[in-house]
């Protein structure tokens, strides 16, 4: 009796004797080590962004002093307050604002249509279309933006925020169409399908089921044309002289501006991009398919 009391439990103790734990620690890890990357990039961006918030909200005095704390010790709005002051700031940011959402709708509404045509439809060419698309943007800047100068003066466009947008949409394009074909992609072929069964229209298919599925696609291809916009600043310095966005404005005053204004005009630089980015970070979706909240 007491034999075969104590042979049960053996027997029920081998297999978790057996089991191989070196696959477990290996899963925590490289989880451990995916943990610690992720922190490492975020801080190695929230770096900058904290130090210019910090120079942007404290006195002259705070600037000019050394050692420099890395806490807030005298926050002022001095700085900002005198930089938003400057001739043609406000006009310039309105500027940016005006460009960067007109480049979002045009790249929006030429972009999606390309990037289903491509999921979609199979074509002689296709590939050496996508090919061409990325080399689009192996051009500098400044080369697109001479030739580019010159047209635009011969149209009457020369100095206008139209004449910046379309050059944003230019640079955006290939992005946006290329992202959102992938999304289109991974979109099951089957409920269109199913949609156009059931009594849909090939437009309402799209606007129906279509849309909503590739929506996550499509955000993050608006915030990349936004952002974009937002920051360029050869092309916008090169076709404008009066009409500035914020970015060119900045550049151009930064030879004779002190150290505050810098520090000010890259803080205004970097809160409506980051606004917007919470704004449209509840549609992007994250590696795993479900949506951020």
Same mark, same amino acid.
């Given at each position: 009796m007491t034999a075969a009391g104590t042979a049960a439990p053996d027997r029920a103790a081998a297999p978790d004797a057996g089991v191989d734990r070196a696959p477990l620690a290996r899963r925590r890890r490289n989880r451990m080590l995916v943990q610690v990357a992720c922190l490492a990039i975020t801080a190695f961006m929230a770096a900058p962004m904290y130090l210019i918030t910090l120079a942007a909200f404290s006195t002259r005095e705070s600037l000019n002093a050394f050692p420099k704390s890395f806490a807030p010790a005298d926050v002022s709005t001095e700085t900002l307050r005198s930089f938003l002051g400057a001739t043609g700031v406000v006009p310039s940011f309105l500027n940016s604002l005006v460009v960067g959402l007109l480049t979002l709708v045009l790249s929006v509404a030429i972009g999606t249509p390309a990037g289903y045509a491509l999921a979609r439809h199979v074509f002689a060419g296709r590939d050496a279309y996508q090919l061409f698309l990325l080399f689009t943007r192996a051009l500098p800047i400044v080369v697109? /933006?001479?030739?580019?100068? @010159? %047209?635009?003066?011969?149209?009457? +466009?020369?100095?206008?925020? $139209?004449?910046?947008?379309l050059l944003h949409t230019a640079l955006a394009l290939p992005t946006t169409v290329l992202i959102t074909a992938s999304i289109f992609t991974a979109v099951p072929r089957d409920l269109e399908e199913a949609a156009l069964v059931f009594g849909c229209t090939r437009a309402s298919a799209f606007r129906q089921v279509v849309a909503p599925l590739a929506l996550p696609g499509i955000a993050a291809a608006s915030l990349f044309t936004f952002v974009l916009s937002w920051n360029e600043v050869l092309g916008a310095a090169v076709l404008t002289l009066t009409n500035r966005t914020l970015p060119a404005q900045v550049l151009g005053s930064l030879?004779? /501006?002190p150290l505050?204004? @810098? %520090?000010?005009?890259?803080?205004? +630089?970097?809160?409506?991009? $980051?606004?917007?980015?919470?704004?449209?970070?509840?549609?992007l979706l994250n590696m795993w398919g479900t949506t951020l909240r």
């Amino acid at each position: 009796m007491t034999a075969a009391g104590t042979a049960a439990p053996d027997r029920a103790a081998a297999p978790d004797a057996g089991v191989d734990r070196a696959p477990l620690a290996r899963r925590r890890r490289n989880r451990m080590l995916v943990q610690v990357a992720c922190l490492a990039i975020t801080a190695f961006m929230a770096a900058p962004m904290y130090l210019i918030t910090l120079a942007a909200f404290s006195t002259r005095e705070s600037l000019n002093a050394f050692p420099k704390s890395f806490a807030p010790a005298d926050v002022s709005t001095e700085t900002l307050r005198s930089f938003l002051g400057a001739t043609g700031v406000v006009p310039s940011f309105l500027n940016s604002l005006v460009v960067g959402l007109l480049t979002l709708v045009l790249s929006v509404a030429i972009g999606t249509p390309a990037g289903y045509a491509l999921a979609r439809h199979v074509f002689a060419g296709r590939d050496a279309y996508q090919l061409f698309l990325l080399f689009t943007r192996a051009l500098p800047i400044v080369v697109l /933006s001479v030739p580019l100068a @010159r %047209f635009f003066i011969t149209a009457g +466009l020369s100095d206008t925020v $139209l004449a910046v947008a379309l050059l944003h949409t230019a640079l955006a394009l290939p992005t946006t169409v290329l992202i959102t074909a992938s999304i289109f992609t991974a979109v099951p072929r089957d409920l269109e399908e199913a949609a156009l069964v059931f009594g849909c229209t090939r437009a309402s298919a799209f606007r129906q089921v279509v849309a909503p599925l590739a929506l996550p696609g499509i955000a993050a291809a608006s915030l990349f044309t936004f952002v974009l916009s937002w920051n360029e600043v050869l092309g916008a310095a090169v076709l404008t002289l009066t009409n500035r966005t914020l970015p060119a404005q900045v550049l151009g005053s930064l030879q004779w /501006s002190p150290l505050p204004y @810098r %520090f000010a005009g890259g803080f205004a +630089l970097l809160v409506p991009a $980051l606004i917007f980015i919470f704004v449209m970070r509840r549609y992007l979706l994250n590696m795993w398919g479900t949506t951020l909240r």
